[in-house]
């Protein structure tokens, strides 16, 4: 009995610390936001309705303010580069961000930043993405705004 309890606390050990491992951000990488946009995907994903200002750019004027929205999403890299993980993660945080904005009444998301431990990293034209050995991870903060 005492030998099956060890191997099981050794068992479950073992995978909570691989767990814990993929997750850690062994890769911090910087990537441009239009090639998202412009894939496929962001095509399909991204339909416009909603626009996005990424950084320091901003609409002509702001007729409402909704407050601010966080997304923290991850996917797995396994089977993908890690362009391809790092787009689709982004590409799905800003589907968060543009399902928020339509459900409060926005149109707009204004001074969208990358927000990973929550440390923003503003850009007008890139994103920050975190990458552990099977985890790709994008956090973004955005304000929801109508906008004229």
Known sequence: MRILLAR???VLTTLVL??????AADQILMMPVSAALASTEGRSKIDGDVKFFFGKARPAR???QYGNF???NKVHIIGRSTG???NLVFLN????LQK???SVGANAVTGVVSYFRRREITSDDSFECNVGAVV???ALKGDLVRAD
Not at 18 to 23: D, V
Not at 93 to 96: G, I, K, P
């Open 100 to 102: 928020k904005a339509r």
């Open 84 to 86: 391809e993980a790092c």
């Open 70 to 72: 966080i997304t923290n």
């Open 93 to 96: 945080a800003l589907e968060d």
């Open 8 to 10: 099981a606390v050794l």
């Open 136 to 138: 790709a991870g994008v």
């Open 62 to 64: 702001v007729v409402h």
């Open 18 to 23: 691989s767990t814990h491992s993929g997750f």
